[in-house]
């Protein structure tokens, strides 16, 4: 039975930071992903990194607009932990061989991005997710002695000791279907988000709140769950993303009659505004009828406007997404593009070292709820918030076994699990097919628990997902056999995405008012009075119940949010 | 939106478990036709058959998972349109044939071992920056343009399309290949890597390395992502050669310089100079230096296959081609011109081979389009902006109506 110091859930950025963070504290370390970990999904952030590197800037800058951006709710002793160490993370990134690009005199260039009051956005043309993820796994290459990678496994739970705290894990290795007990002083979960729960969405297939959902089942609170960003430019189409440092770069959004319709939203910013902000505006144009494209849908995302030596080279990968999937030409004419799911503020509720509530358990990156986001994130700071918490988790795990004994866990544990898969491979072929459940929970939620939500939308959306999770308790799948068998880990990874739909659900129509990313329709204010608190849900039976905490303030007090 | 179509893709199933060999499934999906073949697969799975094994996440040609073999060629699924691969049809039928890549041992169905071929190979490259010292506070400050470089390495998404086909590695399974070979010049290219010619004097020795590369273009063809991996492996012998004089004991620098010398003097290869030169001396005495009277007996047989298979004929072979006298100078104007100029230009597809608006043809890129772009800078001559349709190397033309440079 593997044992380590510190075992880590996901593989995406925040997953290896830890892992390398914890390694080289001297912890054993392990680190499991259901997929191989340069296909992990932080692959897919494309725009940048911020941090106040410029020495013109100050970090306390970048935390005001975080604080800004997250509409208040962002606690705010974290982010100013996320702000303050951002230079130096970006600079250690460039020492162990991210290859940001450089500006004229060969120092990291910095492009701008929305909702920040200045250039401050490091990054590798747009594929600057790609290019960290795969130079953090050049790093577990080089310390492979160090770090165990047990590279596509699955986990189906998390072990509890008797007291409570978390000693380890169950997990599925996915080429064989063996099952293993995985015992661990401490687990970091790194799982990301859970964003295949809509659709369509720009998530992968594998982002299906596997983490959020262990944790809450362990009975790890819950927190801004209904926090759910729709960022502004995804294709129409199928709704991939088209990276911010589109308009970073300064590309306009206009209308069906051609105005740059951001003016009447945000005049100062214009379409550099918050997501929220920006997906709202262009939501309210679709809706009062200035959209474009056949059925009205969309909004165009000019990129003619830059100029087209620098599209090429810094927008390289949306050129080919609007060729292969749009059959568009960005550089010679508009793409329609529209608000889309793209993350989840909300995830598990951690403190500035990444700690849950539940001991011996850590989440860092988009699973993780710190909270530094708040009511809406600001681009480019997802990549920080991944390596800064996925450092401090592994640096804060590590110190925290050397003065542990290694945890014993029968392995009689993992029999429920077993079971588990057992019955659902030999389910009857009478229910329906998890493909159809989770159609029809991505479709419900995109269509109520979207851009604006009103509470009798919130009310089918959750009335839906509860009579999917009695569907999905007799859907069969067609494989029967034990070698990457993905059909059976569907049906599980269902299971995930239900639990946080339900909280997702449940937390949007607790919030009676609007707030960053939660727009109500029936309570269109901001409303500090009431509503300045978390949301944390904790599951009880079958479902979450909801209890609130205080949102904390250091230097900036809840002002009008305006762009 | 285009109408919906039937499409009927040919899937190659192999379950490890049943003990039985592999076999062909087809189904008959409904989509738009510019939808991916990836999309396709999903259908299939979520309407007919879940326990259709392929590996798959981001949809979007960024993950790197979906590697397949669609009508006998590599690449992602999730990055071929439905109506471009009914159009390639290799069965004449239309029908849509997805197959699991090759030079990979197979898993199950679609999913291959990267494992025990692909990442081994990486590991095997010392794959991580090994930093100049002292590293210094804030960042390395570095030639702007030699970071955009690196970026057309730096972007291979590691989904094996160009391991899939590459003929060296199934004629030599040891060689390092072209995924790489790329991923070795990403450190061999960046100013902040302290071992570069530590790397590449490996690289070289290797028997398997840099020269065990034929120059198929087949990584080129297989890459979705522009990385050009035959290039990068290209640039790494000329670092080798060129900049470091790395003469590797398998005579791979010495083949090369024997092979350019060879087809200046005579326009054509002559193949009888060929072997002497590259193990005697870069010149028509090579041939009664000891080592290559060696290596001429040595290779005999392979000589006798030669001719018996008739790849050869011994007067061509010993006397040489001939060439008109234009042609031969022709060629070696090309010579002076690549060798007077000051920079070496780097034949980098990515970065030369951008589609600059054709139907308005600026006279610089044309220029680029045959010269390479001589005395342009990589800032100068367009970015890694390209998409791979564009490279000059690409077979299809885009039917909308884009003509290929």
Known sequence: MPAHDVLIIGAGLAGQRAALAAAEAGASVAIMSKVHPVRSHSVAAAGGINAAINPADDWRSHAYDTVKGSDFLGDQDAIEVMCSEAPHEVMHLEHIGVTFHRNETGHLDLRAFGGASMKRTAYVADITGQAILHVLYEQLMKHHETVDRYEEWFVTSLVQGEDGTCIGVIARDIRTGTMEVFRAKNVILASGGAGQCFKPTTNGLICTGDGIAQAYRIGAPLMDMEMIQYHPTCLVENGFLITEGARGEGAHLLNANGERFMEKYAPNKMELASRDVVSRAEQTEINEGRGVGPDGVGIYLDVTVVPKKRTLEALREIVNIGKDFAGVDITREPIMIRPGQHYIMGGVKTDIWGRTPVDGLYAAGEVACVSVHGGNRLGANSLLDTLIFGRRSGEHAAERSAQMAMPVIPDSRMLEDVKEIDDIVGRERSGKRISEIKDELGTELNRNVAVFREAEGLDHALETVKRLKEEAKTAYIDDRGTVFNQDVLGAIELGYMLDCAECIVTAAIERKESRGAQFRTDFPERDDDEWLKHIDLTMNGDGPDVSYSEVTFTQWQPEERKY | ?405
């Open chain 2, 1 to 405: 939106m285009p109408a919906m179509q039937e499409f009927t893709l040919r899937v190659r199933r192999y379950d490890p478990e049943s003990g039985e060999a592999p076999y062909w499934a087809e189904h008959t999906i409904e989509l738009e036709p510019h939808r991916s073949v990836l999309e396709g697969l999903l259908q299939a799975k979520a309407r007919f058959d879940g326990s259709i094994g392929v590996r798959c996440s981001c949809r979007a040609a960024i993950c790197g998972s979906c590697g397949v073999r669609i009508n006998g060629k590599p690449g992602l699924a999730c990055h071929t349109h439905l109506d471009k691969a009914q159009a390639s049809s290799q069965t004449g039928d239309g029908v849509i044939t997805v197959e699991p890549m090759g030079n990979m041992p197979v898993i199950k169905d679609l999913i291959v071992d990267m494992d025990a071929v692909h990442w081994k190979k990486v590991q095997r490259v010392t794959p991580w920056l090994i930093a100049k010292e002292p590293v210094p506070e804030r960042e390395y400050v570095v030639d702007r343009e030699s970071m955009v470089d690196v970026t057309q390495s730096m972007a291979c998404i590691q989904c094996g399309a160009c391991v899939s086909d590459c003929l060296s590695m199934e004629i030599d399974p040891l060689f390092i290949g072209p995924a790489a070979l790329a991923k070795a010049y990403r450190f061999v290219g960046d100013p902040r890597d302290d071992q570069q010619f530590e790397r590449l004097q490996d690289l070289a020795e290797d028997p398997h390395g840099i020269y065990d590369c034929t120059h198929c273009f087949k990584c080129i063809d297989a890459c979705p992502k522009g990385v050009a991996p035959m290039n990068q492996i290209m640039r790494l012998r000329r670092r080798a050669g060129d900049d470091y004089k790395i003469n590797d004991r398998n005579n791979g620098n010495r083949h090369e310089r024997a092979f350019v010398t060879l087809i200046r003097d005579y326009g054509l290869l002559h193949e009888a100079e060929l072997l002497p030169r590259s193990y005697g001396g870069d010149s028509w005495f090579g041939k009664f230096h000891p080592a290559a009277g060696q290596e001429m007996l040595d290779s005999l047989p392979v000589v006798t296959k030669m001719l018996l298979r008739r790849k050869a004929t011994p007067k061509k072979a010993i006397f040489g081609h001939k060439i008109p006298k234009d042609d031969l100078n022709a060629v070696k104007r090309i010579y002076e011109t690549v060798e007077d100029r000051d920079d070496r230009y780097e034949l980098n597809l990515y970065i030369s081979g951008y589609d600059e608006d054709s139907e308005e043809p600026a006279p610089e890129q044309s220029a680029t389009a045959e010269s390479g772009g001589e005395g342009m800078t990589a800032a100068e001559n367009g970015q890694p902006g390209m998409e791979p349709e564009d490279s000059p190397t690409r077979e299809e033309s885009d039917p909308e109506g884009e003509p290929t440079s």
